[in-house]
């Protein structure tokens, strides 16, 4: 499976911004889907992961609360809504996806995924 994110861009602190992640040559709803992002000069991390089933999911520290992962199987697409943009939320952002039997399982390991996209930039102003 191809994957694709799309969305960012160049906001203000404590705006909104919605990323999404198209996929291309297989179904979203055989995979958990996951986003990264990767700042400047520091290692890619997670932020979000949700199980193929969609009634699970998992935030790192700082996305909870802030950001939402949500997955449109119809439309073969995984969206990231990050609110209350900070400075530190500058990163490039990739999606990802896990192949897995268990349709509630929640990876959070970069090596439990497979299929990676080329990821979009965010970058947030003070």
């Known amino acids: 499976v191809q994957l694709q994110a799309f969305g960012g861009g160049m906001v203000q602190a404590g705006d909104s911004l919605s990323l999404s992640c198209a996929a291309a040559g297989g179904a979203v709803s055989s995979y958990a889907m996951g986003w990264f992002r990767q700042a400047p000069g520091k290692e890619r991390e997670f932020v979000v992961a949700i199980s193929r089933s969609g009634r699970g999911t998992y935030y790192a520290d700082f996305a909870e609360g802030r950001f939402t992962i949500s997955r449109d199987d119809a439309k073969n697409t995984v969206h990231l809504q990050l609110n209350s943009l900070k400075s530190e939320d500058t990163a490039i952002y990739y999606c990802?996806?896990?192949?897995?039997?268990?349709?509630?399982?929640?990876?959070?390991?970069?090596?439990?995924?497979?299929?990676w996209g080329q990821g979009t930039l965010v970058t947030v102003s003070s």
């Open positions: 990802a996806a896990a192949i897995y039997a268990s349709t509630l399982r929640v990876p959070k390991l970069q090596m439990d995924y497979r299929y």
